[in-house]
């Protein structure tokens, strides 16, 4: 009798350390407590996609009001309605009236390729209507030809899509939060895309991949929110692995851009190692200090975090073409938005975003 207590000991031992676990992993993602975590886990027999959709879906579409608000009296109007409204004005109508859609002719047959990529934090619910009118407003200031998001939720691309209007977007998932792309349609067009899973991903990350075709030169973007947390470096280098796999693939005629939250840390990549061809920007461009740390906890104070953490968390790195009479891209500048605070005292995201453009040579 006591043999057969001491072994289900461990047993037991184990289930406990796994939920523990479990409960751990689900309050980095969700951005939650353990408690929440625990609640949502149990309600799902414990496992971490059901119950982390189960999650995210909850009250979702009451995040945003995407549709033309009802009809009232102007005097009835308190002042927060009054500075949204102004601030939708100037920032998110990216429609035929908006600045974006006025551009100069000779800047609209401009070779240059300019790319924003972000993580936009759409896990994180406060203030996310006005922080997605900051996206927006960035759209509107750069009007970039790509843009590579990352942690977008249902509500936010559903918003985007009605803003935005200028631009083609591609989502990376459907359920929880996802990556996405948008491609201006006046500039670049789609051809194909697809998405790569991460076969042993525990956070519902992939590979969002466009093939698609910028004033004639075939260009390959790519896009990925790699696994998180100090934790999770194995995972996380597993997936930088698939990255560069795809990027080295990739026909000599084609030029290969991957922008994203990579999680990674450079002791990391050291390891993976970047292929023949393959050059991180920020580096290329000079390892230009101002634009380091695109998570900074000193500077950014989104998520009130009681600690100062600088880290390069968000790279874009590119594999120029390299066949004969084919164009190659060259990055020429680098630069962090997304650092203004908006009229709610907070930034767009907790990341700061990255611009970059590229010049072709031939």
Not at 131 to 136: H, N, S
Request: net charge negative.
């Amino acid at each position: 009798m006591t043999s057969t207590s001491d072994s289900d000991k461990p047993s037991v031992s184990n289930a406990e350390e796994n939920r523990a676990r479990l409960c751990d992993e689900f309050a980095a993602i969700a951005g939650t407590d353990s408690a929440v975590a625990q609640c949502y886990l149990a309600e799902n027999e414990w496992e971490m996609e059901r119950a982390l959709n189960s999650f995210f879906e909850a009250d979702m579409e009451t995040v945003f009001e995407v549709g033309d608000p009802p009809e009232e009296d102007a005097g009835s109007k308190t002042k927060s309605q009054k500075t949204d409204e102004k601030s939708a004005g100037n920032c998110i109508d990216l429609t035929g009236d908006s600045p974006a859609s006025q551009r100069n002719p000779s800047e609209e047959d401009d070779d240059k390729l300019s790319v924003i990529s972000w993580n936009v934090d759409g896990l994180d619910t406060d203030n996310l209507a006005e922080r997605a009118r900051g996206l927006c407003s960035y759209l509107v200031l750069y009007t970039p030809d790509v843009v590579l998001l990352q942690e977008l939720i249902p509500p936010y691309v559903q918003y985007l899509k009605k803003r935005a209007v200028s631009y083609l977007i591609i989502e990376g998932g459907e359920d929880g939060y996802f990556t996405g792309m948008m491609l201006k349609r006046s500039r670049v067009k789609l051809l194909a895309s697809e998405i790569i899973t991460y076969p042993t991903t525990q956070m519902m990350r992939n590979l969002l991949v466009a093939q698609v075709d910028f004033k004639g030169q075939k260009l390959c973007l790519m896009t990925s929110h790699l696994e998180s947390c100090k934790g999770h470096a194995e995972e996380r280098m597993k997936q930088l692995r698939v990255v560069m796999q795809k990027m080295r693939e990739a026909p000599d005629d084609v030029t290969v851009l991957f922008g994203g939250d990579t999680n990674l840390r450079d002791t990391e990549v050291a390891k993976v190692g970047l292929p023949a061809g393959v050059c991180d920007i920020w580096e290329k461009l000079g390892k230009r200090e101002h634009c380091r740390y695109t998570w900074d906890t000193k500077a950014n104070n989104n998520k009130n975090a009681p600690y100062v953490s600088r880290c390069r968390f968000d790279r874009v790195y590119l594999r120029p073409a390299t066949k004969d009479g084919v164009p190659r891209l060259a990055p020429n500048h680098m630069a962090l938005v997304g650092l203004e605070k908006l009229d709610c005292g907070r930034y767009t995201s907790d990341h700061w975003g990255i611009y970059c453009s590229f010049s072709a040579i031939n």
